[in-house]
């Protein structure tokens, strides 16, 4: 069983910034990729990045591409997304989720199968 523990996030302005971390725990060979969903208010889930754990190649979706960059440390197994020139539609519950099916290149358009408890972030405008 993977755990996934986000933390950061809050309240930020528009066109500010946030990081978001994300405490990855258990057996490594349960999952291929990390990455991060959102859900805005009223709105479906959706990929917005992810990260391979063998060579680090990513997946940005189009809305938050040239903004987000996702980096992971794998000393301190931690998964963090760095959110720049942030925007109120940005806003939602960000959760940080794991690729247990192998996959040669992740993709936000794959459903994840190990999810966090989700982290709240707002931007004002």
């Known amino acids: 069983q993977v755990q996934l523990v986000e933390s950061g996030g809050g309240l930020v302005r528009d066109g500010g910034s946030a990081r978001l971390s994300c405490a990855v725990s258990g057996d490594s060979s349960d999952y291929y990729a990390i990455g991060w969903f959102r859900q805005a208010p009223g709105k479906e889930r959706e990929g917005v990045s992810c990260i391979t754990t063998w060579d680090d190649s990513t997946d940005y979706a189009d809305s938050v591409t040239g903004r987000f960059t996702i980096s992971r440390d794998n000393a301190k197994n931690t998964v963090d997304l760095q959110m720049n020139s942030l925007k109120p539609e940005d806003t939602g519950i960000y959760y940080c989720?794991?690729?247990?099916?192998?996959?040669?290149?992740?993709?936000?358009?794959?459903?994840?199968?190990?999810w966090g408890q989700g982290t709240q972030v707002t931007v004002s405008s």
């Open positions: 989720v794991a690729y247990g099916l192998p996959m040669a290149v992740c993709s936000t358009e794959v459903e994840p199968d190990f």
